[in-house]
């Protein structure tokens, strides 16, 4: 178990299952199953109060009845259905085979779109990726701080 599952084990066992009452697997996309039918799914919060998810085991967890149990250093800081994932406050990042699918504001898209011409017709991740290439060249000619 990594150290989030751990935590959430030790959670559960601390509200009243006892081990034979939980089966974790690794290699699913919900890590522990419940005697009770309880299905959870362990996220660690990463900074900025984001979650990370695989494509794989999004496109799983769309239409399930799984809770969600985000932990934060050694404790469970908070549990919430799947199905209200929208309405919770976290930035949910989808790590796709390829890489992680970063997320960027439509307006900030557009502005970065007009001001640098050269961008046009960049997908967002090519974009992402021109920016942080930009960011290392300025650093690089020393027109960046520390």
Known sequence: MRKSETVAYNYLLNGGYKKSEIDFSPIRSIDF????????????????????????????????????MVVNDDRVIHIFSFSNIKREPYKISILHQDGLKPHVDVK???????????????????????????????????????
């Open 33 to 68: 199953l419940c005697s009770d039918g309880r299905k959870i799914e362990v996220k660690s919060l990463i900074p900025k109060q984001s979650l990370i998810f695989t494509e794989k085991q999004w496109n799983e967890l769309q239409g399930s009845d799984v809770e969600i």
């Open 108 to 146: 900030l898209l557009q502005k970065i779109k007009r001001k640098f011409p050269e961008t046009e017709g960049m997908t967002v991740t090519g974009l992402v990726d021109w920016a942080l290439r930009y960011l290392l060249k300025l650093k690089q000619a020393k027109y960046m701080e520390a």
